[in-house]
């Protein structure tokens, strides 16, 4: 008896919905770019403006723009964690250290060694991720406020480690004298007087990011947290390897975050334990939280905002106000006299960080550009008071309770008949 081949298997045939998934992940991925390419062309012209250039000199706004980038770059990572997969992250500046004190270590006169920027930054990011994953590993069958405690205590103990590491890290004076980065094909060199540099080098960053992000939010990994933000009963429940996955999110953004660490640390040229503490944790939390989160782009728009405000606008107010001529003024009922020029809103800025979060979770809570599935979430119970109902949680006709059905006298009555 001949054995006869088997016909070989077709090939899969692709559904219409794959398909137009992928078109519309190349639409938004084109848009992304075209977006980022409008906005630099833009951020490349604005400082010349009068209104912007009495802020501060039109050459520093690329710095600021730069800077403003590694907290978008941040702030994306954490959306990641807090934002896609519900987990509270408190230490999130532990691997802004470890990605910064990489790249510092690998790139000064301390370790007589001079490696490549572009290398580095995957270095740096694989080292943050190993380091997420080895506190995620332990920490992440914790959920709640137990596990945001967890982080918050690595994320001081970072700092004090690298502080104590004198051998390596440089103890309290830190990493000094960093190389800057090697001249790269169409930008040329990377000097103090040259920010425009970084600030093209930091938007090539975002925009492959906020693809990759977007790409993952939309697959089934992204769908496997929203699942466990969620209900983590119900995503295990339905076969979703929960401490796997929410392992994941937190190494994602822990790249994110060493890959920022090492940027700043390169343009910077200098690392400190200083650096990292817990209130770059806290402002990169209220960047996600007022930008909205769940939501890519709007959580790079809080970010971009929040910084310029801490960093450029409360930072320069007491100069344009001199420059305006803004008149002192006397409050009537208490008589007190304001003098604008000397207010120093600097040292205000964690109080109106406490007070934009006080009223975003008063009037807005799902942040200033929410994702719409957390806008539904937020705002289901509003829609259901509409009509008058007291219930602010609707209730499905399958759970209203209905009247027990009555026995019917005939059938009772046949089967006594029933020998």
């Known amino acids: 008896m001949t054995a006869t081949a088997r016909p070989a298997a077709p090939p899969p045939v692709r559904s219409g919905l794959s398909r137009l998934r992928d078109v519309a992940d190349l639409h938004r991925s084109t848009t992304i770019i075209v977006v980022m390419v409008v906005l630099t062309v833009a951020m490349y012209f604005l400082p010349g403006f009068p209104p912007l250039s009495i802020v501060q000199q039109p050459g520093t706004w690329y710095d600021s723009f730069a800077n403003a980038g590694v907290f978008v770059l941040l702030a994306m990572g954490l959306n990641v964690v807090i934002g896609m997969a519900g987990l509270l992250d408190l230490g999130y500046a532990a691997f802004f250290a470890i990605g910064a004190y990489a790249y510092a270590y690998s790139n000064s006169p301390f370790s007589h060694q001079d490696l490549p920027f572009l290398p580095m930054l995957v270095i740096g990011a694989f080292v943050a991720a190993v380091f997420g994953i080895l506190l995620g590993a332990p920490t992440l069958r914790l959920c709640g406020d137990y596990l945001a405690i967890m982080t918050l205590g690595f994320g001081e103990i970072v700092p004090i480690v690298f502080q104590n590491l004198d051998e390596y890290t440089g103890g309290t004076n830190g990493i000094g004298g960093i190389y800057r980065p090697e001249p790269l094909p169409f930008l040329g060199s990377f000097t103090a007087i040259t920010p425009f540099n970084y600030f093209i080098v930091m938007v090539v960053i975002v925009t492959v990011a906020m693809i990759l992000l977007y790409r993952l939010q939309d697959s089934r990994i992204g769908r496997a947290w ?113 003098d604008l020029k000397n207010v120093p809103f600097v040292q205000f800025q964690f109080l109106l960080y406490g007070i934009a979060l006080v009223l975003m979770m008063l009037l807005r809570p799902e942040g200033l550009f929410p994702s719409q599935r957390r806008r539904q979430e937020l705002h289901i119970a509003e829609e259901y008071d509409e009509g008058g109902e007291t219930s602010a949680v609707p209730v499905l006709p399958a759970l209203v309770e209905s009247p027990a059905p009555q026995p019917d006298p005939s059938s009772s009555s046949a089967e006594e008949d029933r020998p």
Do not use: C
């Open 226 to 338: 929203n699942a466990i933000r969620e209900d983590e009963l119900a995503a295990a429940a339905n076969g979703i390897n929960t401490v796997t996955t929410k392992l994941l999110a937190f190494a994602l953004g822990a790249t994110t975050s060493g890959l920022a660490g090492v940027f700043n640390a390169s343009k910077l040229t200098i690392v400190s334990h200083d650096q990292f503490m817990f209130t770059v944790s806290f402002t990169v939390l209220a960047m996600v939280i007022i930008g909205g989160m769940g939501n890519i782009w709007g959580v790079a728009v809080g970010a971009f905002v929040v910084y310029m405000i801490q960093v450029v606008i409360l930072k320069n107010i007491n100069g344009v106000i001199e420059t305006l001529g803004i008149p002192d003024f006397t409050l009537p009922l208490i008589n007190l006299h304001v």
